[in-house]
């Protein structure tokens, strides 16, 4: 069964405006992590957000905030103020359980492009 | 500066050929993994190892070999017995032990088989 699921193929922002880009998961663990990655067109993947299950607060990092809603099972990234060198493929990741020593389950992302 | 390598970049390979991936770690790290990905899809696992001479299976590792001699490598094969190894290969690391534990990934190998 699909772990991560990413609507969204490809996503249109206009430059300096905020973007929502969707994720929703699958676990019945109590305790799991989420994470989004971006991957520019280099191909190398770069750790963007974190949230943990129990972490009440929404995770943030300078212009990426994490809409973490646990009861729809739900973990969208936004974000803000949206500049060219944004534009790039997103994905959402998750791992499940205790700790950090299972592995990492990957959607299959969504492509930003920036307008300028 | 600490970071894991990926070697080579780009690499063509005819048919029932078996190839190897390197993968090299300076960060320290126990864990490591290797992914597999195709054009619009999402990374899919091949094996991992989270300490010296320890290796698990991933969700596709049917065709694939690796092994962890050393802490900071982990060298993927792609034997002839993979129907369709066309892909890009991610190799990444994790320290244990962290929060968040985020993976650390390389810059990648692409793989042609012609």
């Known amino acids: 069964a699909q772990k991560i699921t990413q609507t969204q193929p490809g996503m249109f922002v206009q430059e300096k405006e905020a973007v929502t880009l969707d994720c929703t998961y699958d676990?019945?663990?109590?305790?799991?992590?989420l994470f989004w990655y971006k991957q520019p067109s280099s191909g190398e993947m770069i750790f963007l957000i974190y949230q943990g299950s129990y972490d009440e607060q929404n995770a943030t990092e300078g212009r990426y905030s994490l809409n973490f809603q646990k009861a729809r099972k739900s973990a969208n990234l936004v974000i803000s103020a949206s500049q060219l060198g944004d534009s790039a493929m997103y994905f959402c990741a998750m791992r499940e359980g205790l700790g950090n020593n299972n592995d990492m389950r990957f959607g299959a992302g969504t492509r930003l492009t920036v307008k300028p | 500066d600490g970071g894991i390598t990926q070697s080579p970049k780009y690499l063509f390979r005819k048919e029932g050929q078996n190839v190897t991936l390197s993968c090299e770690q300076n960060?320290?790290?126990?864990?490591m993994y290797w992914y597999r990905q195709d054009p619009g899809q999402g990374l899919r696992l091949i094996y991992y190892s989270q300490i010296v001479n320890d290796f698990q299976k991933g969700d596709i590792a049917e065709g694939y070999s690796v092994s962890r001699e050393k802490k900071e490598s982990f060298p993927l094969t792609v034997t002839s017995a993979q129907k369709n190894p066309t892909a890009f290969y991610l190799c990444?690391?994790?320290?244990?032990?962290?929060?968040?534990?985020?993976?650390?990934f390389g810059e990648g190998s692409r793989l042609t088989v012609l």
């Open positions: 960060l320290n790290h126990d864990a």
């Open positions: 676990t019945s663990d109590q305790s799991y992590g």
């Open positions: 990444a690391s994790r320290r244990r032990g962290t929060n968040t534990g985020e993976l650390f």
